[in-house]
């Protein structure tokens, strides 16, 4: 059964750029038909989805943070990452990754609290 | 890309039946047979509940249903048990390989 774990900074300075990787286990990040996903929640707020990448490195992003936003993957390592840059108070979330079907987050991590503050 | 609107809470009590409704456009729900329910813990992981709109996971009881008419997909949860008080989130695909959730449900059992 596949494991996803997040990790990375749980405080990050407002203007930098937030980084988190999720390590995957139990399965083959390469395996073909499933993509890799970010998804963020606010404190006491609902789910955001920020976007997902094929091992391919093909990448689908929120409309509304694609400027923002970037994930990358690193098979070798069976590890996917997260790049949110010039972060504000706003972006201060608990951060899930998960695996994906394009339209199915079968499987999560627990998540991590990022908060951005000075 | 608008959240989808859900009620920000229901509640029921043991053995009792409770629908929460997720209501989008003709974009996302509406246009696609593709929604998904969540079921959120405080300090678990995420649980898939309900894909493709009435599809169950495996290890999901059947307790859990879903279904969908026009722009308003349903979760529906029979027979209450103390378990299954959560926050559930309703998720839809919205065309060009995006996804779009809703606010989230607290489910309070009485």
């Known amino acids: 059964q596949v494991q996803l774990q997040e990790s990375g900074p749980g405080l990050v300075k407002p203007s930098q750029t937030l980084s988190l990787t999720c390590t995957v286990s139990g399965g083959s990040i390469s395996s073909g038909g499933f993509y890799w996903s970010w998804v963020r929640q606010h404190p006491g707020k609902g789910l955001e989805w920020l976007g997902y990448i094929y091992y391919s490195g093909s990448t689908y992003y929120n409309p509304s943070l694609k400027s923002r936003v970037t994930i990358s993957v690193d098979t070798s390592k069976s590890q996917f990452s997260l790049e949110v840059s010039s972060v504000t108070a706003a972006d201060t979330a608990i951060y899930y990754c998960?695996?994906?079907?394009?339209?199915?987050?079968?499987?999560w991590g627990q998540g991590t609290l990022v908060t951005v503050s000075s | 890309q608008s959240a989808l609107t859900q009620p920000r809470s229901v509640s029921g009590s043991p053995g009792q039946s409770v629908t929460i409704s997720c209501t989008g456009t003709s974009s996302d729900v509406g246009g696609y047979n593709y929604v998904s329910w969540y079921q959120l813990h405080p300090g678990k992981a995420p649980k898939l509940m309900i894909y493709d709109v009435n599809k169950r996971p495996s290890g999901v009881p059947d307790r859990f249903s879903g279904s969908k008419s026009g722009n308003t997909a349903s979760l529906t949860i029979s027979g209450l048990q103390a378990e299954d008080e959560a926050d559930y989130y309703c998720c839809s695909y919205a065309g060009s390989y995006t996804l779009v959730f809703g606010g989230g449900t607290k489910l309070t059992v009485l």
């Open positions: 998960a695996r994906a079907s394009t339209t199915v987050l079968n499987s």
